[in-house]
């Protein structure tokens, strides 16, 4: 239940992104979002990106014939059977996984995950940090810490915000 209200809510997102700035090449009528729910859960990640980079991101893993089930796969390990058998030095180890094509798109899609899950930290960071200097010195702040007072008040800017995953594909819900 909680993954068709996620993937209506981000439909519903795109949407109305689509509507007020297309952005690329890809227009409304080349790209239709709801055709694929699934993917739209498993790119949940992507929900900051313009349309036109989500549609280009699945069209690149549909072309190397990864599915959202494989790519899911490997965001729930956060890439660790990927980098197992990369530093195995097996001569193509990349064949088990589809071949080196679609190693280096699962890869990407999982540094994509990592940098959206450092965003969410730094959001979170910023908005305890400012609850922080509410009630103490940037110095003290800055001490506790382990960073320069100047850098307290640059990690306190920006926000939690709504449009972050709420929960890591590997969380047990």
């Known amino acids: 239940m909680g993954q068709r209200l996620l993937t209506a809510q981000l439909t519903e997102l795109i949407i109305q992104y689509m509507k007020c700035n297309p952005g690329g090449d890809i227009s409304l009528d080349s790209f239709d979002v709801r055709a694929d729910p699934e993917w739209l859960r498993v790119l949940a990640h992507r929900q900051r990106e313009p349309v036109a980079v989500l549609g280009a991101v699945i069209e690149r893993f549909g072309a190397a014939g990864v599915t959202p089930e494989i790519v899911e796969s490997h ?94 594909p590997w969380s047990p819900e």
Not at 80 to 94: E, I, N, Q, T
Not at 97 to 118: M, N, P, Q, R
Not at 142 to 156: I, P
Request: charged residues 20%; without cysteine.
């Open 75 to 168: 965001l729930q390990d956060a890439g660790d059977r990927l980098y197992a058998a990369a530093a195995s030095g097996r001569v193509s180890w990349s064949a088990d996984f589809g071949g080196d094509h679609a190693v280096a798109l699962i890869a990407a899609e999982v540094s994509a995950l990592a940098s959206h899950l450092v965003a969410r930290a730094a959001g979170i960071r910023a908005a305890s940090i400012e609850a922080l200097l509410e009630e103490y010195s940037a110095i003290t702040v800055a001490s506790s810490l382990g960073v320069a007072r100047q850098k307290v008040y640059e990690l306190a800017k920006g926000s939690v915000g709504t449009d972050f995953m709420k929960t890591t």
